[in-house]
């Protein structure tokens, strides 16, 4: 990022965090019932729309020809596209209020009524690249949960953002709230920089992108910051594979091809050496049927000599394309030392007939999620009934795994007396 931004991207940025700050009141205020018909509203203004975002996202398109493939894929729009857009929005505004819920309560000795409950966070900061769909998401889910939002899309997407949100605003300005919903229209990476460093308009911080993205922003961040970090997303083959195998190769398969672009994607496969000779050419064939590249350790390129070698460089490597690592390993317990060093604690696979080997595997892996013959795409906030995510947190605070309106809540004590005094 640079250093020392012009004053006028730091003016233009303190401009749209101030109006945030100021619109969060009356965001917070509505009740669940007008909220909701705030996101239905906004859901139509989306399909409303429909036409001027593609135009938009066509600009961002033709600009993009030097991206990688993945990078292209998550960028595209098409009508289905924003059509789900538009549904997402309203799963969530038809989902429960995450507000006012008392998460615990108790009369005290003295007769005060203690409640704790959920509130709003404030002014949430979202970070992305790329995915114009997120523009969508993360609007929504800050504004159900009562929050609201500044939004700093990349440059990759900068035409497609940009209408998007003139559409997303459209029902907050017939409501005079418009301000609820920033977006820091500029590619200067600078205005990164003096976002972050509001922490007197801004709550929290949510960064979505590649390591450097998340090395500079937990850098430059005074404002609290959940990690939404890449995805070197691992599927274990346990030695106690009775009867699966074929469930396996179609897991695999599933977790590495059906959409590769992507952070829940599977980068690297650990087969156990126990059934690495079955297995191993099995699942390398149908990986290459697929068109995917495979690279392996030196046990598994005796057994498919077909793959190029693996390096440590591979193992650490999100590759977001067609491209696996393949390792054998001895045991359950290398498996999950090895998740452990090279993994990113997304999201983990097991696939096993061994009830024990599950149990073990859960207890090792220290990821948000963890797959028990099932595949790694699941990781996501869709599948998981929240509708749409604003990410996947790999952070242990203050949420972890695909986070929802509930998650962009914090906690307020409430305590009602009857003139109670402490002596």
């Not at 493939?69 to 929005?89: H, K, T």
């Not at 959940?226 to 695999?252: F, M, P, S, W």
Request: aromatic content about 2%.
């Amino acid at each position: 990022m640079s250093s020392g931004p012009p004053e006028d991207i730091k003016a233009s940025c303190e401009r749209v965090a101030r109006a945030a700050a100021e619109a969060a009141p009356a965001i917070r205020a509505l009740t669940g019932g007008e909220r909701r018909s705030l996101l239905r509203d906004m859901a139509s203004a989306l399909r409303e729309r429909t036409r001027l975002i593609l135009d938009a996202n066509a600009h961002d398109r033709v600009a993009a020809a030097g991206l990688s493939e993945a990078m292209r894929d998550r960028l595209s729009l098409d009508e289905e596209r924003i059509a789900a857009m538009a549904r997402a929005i309203e799963h969530i505004a038809d989902q429960p209020d995450p507000l006012g819920g008392v998460v615990e309560g108790r009369i005290l000795p003295n007769g005060i009524r203690l409640e704790r409950r959920r509130v709003p966070l404030g002014v949430v900061l979202v970070i992305y690249e790329s995915r114009p769909n997120v523009t969508s998401d993360a609007a929504a889910l800050c504004l159900k949960s009562g929050n609201a939002v500044v939004l700093r899309g990349g440059r990759e997407a900068a035409h497609s953002n940009r209408a998007i949100v003139d559409a997303l605003r459209a029902p907050l300005n017939w409501r005079n709230m418009g301000g609820a919903l920033g977006f820091v229209d500029t590619p200067d990476r600078g205005a990164i920089d003096e976002l972050l460093r509001m922490d007197k308009l801004i709550d929290l911080a949510i960064p979505r992108g590649g390591p450097a993205l998340m090395s500079a922003v937990t850098a430059a961040a005074r404002v609290p910051v959940v990690k939404h970090d890449a995805g070197n997303c691992h599927v274990y083959v346990d030695q106690h594979l009775e009867g699966l195998e074929e469930t396996a190769e179609r897991i695999v398969i599933n977790a590495k091809v059906q959409r590769p672009g992507v952070c829940n994607a599977a980068e690297t496969l650990l087969v156990h050496r126990g059934v690495a000779e079955r297995m191993i050419p099995r699942l390398t064939d149908a990986l290459a049927r697929s068109g995917v590249e495979v690279r392996g350790c030196e046990r598994t390129r005796e057994l498919a000599p077909r793959a190029r070698p693996a390096t440590e460089e591979d193992w650490a490597t999100e590759y977001l394309a067609l491209t696996i690592a393949v390792r054998v390993v001895d045991s359950l317990e290398e498996a999950c030392a090895h998740i452990a060093r090279w993994g990113s604690r997304h999201t983990e696979a097991i696939l096993t007939a061994s009830l024990l080997s599950a149990q073990r595997f859960t207890e090792l892996i220290d990821s948000a999620s963890v797959m028990i013959n099932c595949s790694t795409r699941f990781a996501d906030g869709g599948e998981y009934g929240l509708g749409a995510e604003i990410g996947i947190s790999t952070s242990k605070l203050h949420a972890r795994g695909p986070m929802g309106a509930a998650d962009l809540t914090t906690t307020q004590w409430v305590l009602t007396g009857s003139g109670q005094i402490r002596g």
